[in-house]
């Protein structure tokens, strides 16, 4: 079946540091990624659609300078927190699609937790 | 607007028990889909099943089950004969086709608690 990897899992900085996660889809190509966040005891939030190739579509309210998102490849997307406070701290997932067809699913990566010191 | 709605926060069964997940879905696509995803406490997402707006069979893979009725706008999950592995947040979901079926939205989640 369909796999991404998230990678780090887990990762605790000091305030002011810029963080880069990155999610890769291992054994198929995606032309577009999701990166999501979520609060504790929360429902996931879309922040923003990655596209191969071409700039990400953040989503309302999702500041594009904070979180930097890279898809440079058909199987890896970064996203980088930069200059991260511990508001920032959350759980944010990735997920990626195998194409881009409607009733396709997307497959989730294991996820990213973020302390901020 | 697309919005889905579970409206049971918590639940809490004991083990052997059936148990249903509500899910109340809104849009204005005739084309949707809609999926079901279990967060176990470790975190990842699984994917359990996904269907069409225009396919309301209910499915049914092993224990699990989905009733779709698109008259009350509800994709039920039931869990027969629960066991404590069930244990998890299940999140209820749906992306409109005019949106390029590439935005999910998500409902705010179920957190199911199966106790020996």
């Known amino acids: 079946g369909a796999v991404v990897s998230q990678h780090p899992s887990w990762v605790i900085c000091k305030s002011g540091t810029s963080v880069k996660i990155e999610c890769r889809s291992l054994d198929f190509q995606a032309t577009t990624m999701f990166w999501y966040r979520q609060f504790p005891k929360q429902s996931l939030m879309l922040m923003a659609t990655s596209n191969e190739g071409s700039k990400a579509t953040y989503e309302q309210g999702v500041e594009k300078d904070k979180f930097l998102i890279n898809h440079a490849s058909l199987t890896l997307s970064t996203l980088t927190v930069t200059s991260a406070h511990p508001e920032d701290s959350s759980f944010y997932i990735c997920?990626?699609?195998?194409?881009?067809?409607?009733?396709?699913?997307?497959?989730f990566g294991d996820g990213t937790r973020l302390s901020i010191l | 607007a697309q919005k889905v709605t579970q409206a049971q926060t918590e639940i809490s069964v004991v083990e052997k028990e059936d148990v249903t997940l509500d899910c109340v879905y809104e849009t204005r696509d005739t084309t949707y889909y809609l999926f079901w995803y279990k967060q176990p406490p470790s975190g990842e997402l699984v994917f359990l099943i996904r269907?069409?707006?225009?396919?309301?069979q209910n499915e049914i893979s092993g224990r699990y089950s989905w009733n779709f009725q698109k008259s009350t706008s509800s994709f039920n999950f039931t869990i027969t004969a629960s066991q404590v592995v069930d244990s998890a947040v299940y999140f209820c979901a749906l992306s409109e086709a005019s949106q390029g079926a590439q935005k999910l939205v998500f409902g705010q989640g179920t957190r199911l608690t199966i106790n020996p």
């Open positions: 997920s990626a699609r195998e194409h881009s067809v409607g009733n396709q699913p997307q497959h």
């Open positions: 269907r069409n707006s225009f396919d309301e």
